[in-house]
C-alpha cells in the first residue's frame, strides 16, 4: 500500500500549487502558521508579486541538529520528496524516469544553487533556500507554501545524510564574496559584452542569449541528461530568480553537474557584475499580459452583489442534471457545476450559448466543483453546454441543455 500512497503526496503538493496558486495555505506544514513567515517578510513595501530570488530569502536559524530533529526530517522526506528523489536520496525513484531535468541525486551531491565556489558543497543556508524556493522551470516545487521553515530545515539536514561528503567536511564552506557593484553605465555594459565574448559566454548562451550557441550540441548534465544554456531572453526560467545578484552568483559559482562552470577566482568579482548588466541587456520584452476575458468572470463576480438565484447543476453519465435551467431576465443567476463520477477522471465545463463572454466554466471536476455567475440580461432560448480546455467547442454533443430566461412582464410586479 505504501507504494501507492508514497507518490501521490507530491503529486497533490503540485495539483495544490497548479489549482491553488502559490499563495495556497500550507498544506503539509506541522507549523502553518510559521510556514508563512518567510513569505509575509519578502513582501516588502513594494508588494508587487515579485518573488524573493535565491540569494534574498530570508533564513531563520537553524534548529538543533539532534535525533529527533533528523527523524522529523525523514518523515518530511518520506512524505514529500521521496517519490521523486528516491528512498536512499539517488534519484531512483518512480517520477524520476519521466522527469527533465532529472531530480538531484543526494549521494552524488552536486548542487545547482549555491553561494559556494565550483565543485564546493553548498552551505545549509543554500540548501534552505533551495528547498524553500523550488527551482523554476523544472518539477522541484517551492516547498515554502506546503512546509514550516522547521520541517524545511529538518529535511536539510536529513537530505544531508544520504551524502558521505556532508559528513567528511567538518569545516564550513568558503562562500563566494559577491564585492561591490560597479555603477552600471554605458562603459560597463559595453564592457560586460565584450566579456560575454571573450569568456565564452556566448558559445553556449548563443550571441543573441537564446541559449543556442555552437557548443550546445552534446551538453548533458550529471544525471547524462541534454541540457540547455539558459536563455537569458526569458526571465521567467532563471532557476534562481531573476536578479542581477543571482547572475553574478551563477557566474562566480557555477552550478554544480552542468556544463556551465563558476569562475569564481578566474575573473575579478567586477567583471563578473559587468557581464551580468550585459546579460540583463538580452531580455525580450514580456508578451502583453492576457486580456482580462470577461468569460472568465471571475473578477467581475465579486462587483455583482449576492445572485438572485443559486442553481445546482451536475454532471451524471455525460448529461447535465437537470438539463432546463429556468430564471428570469435581469436576474444574477450563480450556477455551481459538478461532474459526478464518470471513472474518467476528467473535468467537464458549463457555457451558455448567448451569455459565452459571462458564462463559462472550465475544467470543473469530481469533489471541486466550480461556480460562475453572471447577470441574465438577454430574454430567450439558450442552450448551454460542456466548454473545457478553454474552449468554445461543443465537446460533448450529449451534455446540453436549455436555458430559458423569461423576459419580465412589464412592471406587473404582483407575479414575482
Ligand atoms: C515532483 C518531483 C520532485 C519532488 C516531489 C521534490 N523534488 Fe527536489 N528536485 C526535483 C528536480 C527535478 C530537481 C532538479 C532541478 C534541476 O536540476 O534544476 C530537484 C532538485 C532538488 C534540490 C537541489 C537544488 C540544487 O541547488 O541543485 C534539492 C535540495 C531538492 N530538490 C530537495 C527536495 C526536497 C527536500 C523535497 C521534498 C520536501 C523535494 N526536493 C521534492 C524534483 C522534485
Ligand atoms: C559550456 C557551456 C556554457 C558556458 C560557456 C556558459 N554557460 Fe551559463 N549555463 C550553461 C548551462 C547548460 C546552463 C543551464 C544549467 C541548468 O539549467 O541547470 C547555464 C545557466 C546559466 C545561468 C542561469 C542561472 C539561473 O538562475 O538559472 C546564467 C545566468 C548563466 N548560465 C550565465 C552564463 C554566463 C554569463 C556565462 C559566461 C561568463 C556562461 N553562462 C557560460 C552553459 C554554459
Known amino acids: 500500500m505504501r507504494a501507492i500512497f508514497i507518490p501521490c503526496a507530491p503529486l497533490i503538493a503540485m495539483l495544490a500549487l497548479l489549482t491553488g496558486g502559490c499563495d495556497r495555505p500550507a498544506a503539509r506544514s506541522s507549523e502553518g502558521v510559521a510556514g508563512d513567515a518567510p513569505r509575509a517578510s519578502a513582501s516588502g513595501p513594494a508588494a508587487t508579486s515579485a518573488s524573493p530570488t535565491f540569494s534574498d ?5 537553524k534548529p538543533e541538529v539532534n535525533p529527533e530533529f533528523l527523524a522529523r526530517g525523514k518523515t518530511v522526506y518520506e512524505l514529500n520528496c521521496v517519490a521523486c528523489h528516491g528512498e536512499h536520496g539517488d534519484a531512483k525513484a518512480d517520477a524520476a524516469a519521466f522527469l527533465v531535468p532529472r531530480p538531484r541525486d543526494f549521494v552524488q ?11 564546493s558543497l553548498p552551505t545549509d543556508v543554500d540548501l534552505f533556500r533551495a528547498v524553500s524556493l523550488g527551482l523554476a522551470g523544472t518539477a522541484m516545487p517551492p516547498w515554502r507554501h506546503m512546509l514550516s521553515p522547521e520541517d524545511c530545515w529538518a529535511v536539510v539536514e536529513y537530505i544531508k545524510t544520504f551524502s558521505p561528503r556532508f559528513a567528511e567536511t567538518d569545516a564550513a564552506p568558503v562562500t563566494v564574496d559577491l564585492g561591490t557593484a560597479p555603477a552600471r553605465t554605458e562603459a560597463t555594459v559595453a564592457q560586460g559584452k565584450a566579456l560575454y565574448t571573450s569568456l565564452a559566454c ?5 550571441e543573441t542569449g537564446e541559449g543556442n550557441g555552437p557548443s550546445i550540441v552534446g551538453l548533458v548534465d550529471d544525471a547524462h541528461m541534454k541540457i540547455k544554456p539558459r536563455d537569458f531572453t ?3 526560467n532563471f532557476k534562481s530568480g531573476y536578479a542581477t545578484k543571482e547572475i553574478v552568483r551563477t557566474i562566480l559559482t557555477g552550478f554544480n553537474g552542468t556544463p556551465m562552470v563558476g569562475f569564481y577566482g578566474s575573473i ?3 567583471d563578473a557584475w559587468k557581464v551580468a548588466y550585459y546579460v540583463e541587456t538580452l531580455v525580450r520584452p514580456a508578451p502583453p499580459a492576457p486580456i482580462a476575458r470577461a468569460s472568465q468572470n471571475f473578477l467581475a463576480r465579486e462587483s455583482l452583489g449576492e445572485p438572485d438565484v443559486r442553481i445546482k447543476l451536475i454532471e451524471r453519465a455525460w448529461k447535465y442534471e437537470p438539463d432546463v435551467i429556468r430564471v428570469r431576465k435581469g436576474q444574477i443567476v450563480e450556477v455551481t457545476f459538478e461532474p459526478t463520477d464518470n471513472g474518467l477522471g476528467a ?3 458549463f457555457a451558455v450559448s448567448g451569455y459565452d463572454e459571462v458564462a463559462f466554466i472550465n475544467g470543473a471536476m469530481v469533489g471541486a466543483p466550480k461556480t460562475v455567475k453572471f447577470r441574465a440580461d438577454r430574454a430567450g432560448k439558450f442552450t448551454f453546454y460542456c466548454a473545457t480546455q478553454c474552449s468554445t467547442e461543443k465537446l460533448h454533443p450529449l451534455m446540453t441543455g436549455t436555458f430559458i430566461v423569461e423576459a419580465n412582464p412589464a412592471k406587473s410586479s404582483a407575479l414575482d
Do not use: I
Open 347 to 349: 473535468g467537464h465545463g
Open 109 to 119: 551531491a552536486n548542487y545547482r544553487l549555491r553561494s559556494t565556489p565550483t565543485g
Open 202 to 206: 556566448a558559445s553556449c548562451h548563443g
Open 268 to 270: 575579478p568579482v567586477e
Open 57 to 61: 530569502y530570508p533564513v531563520p536559524p
Open 234 to 236: 526569458r526571465p521567467g
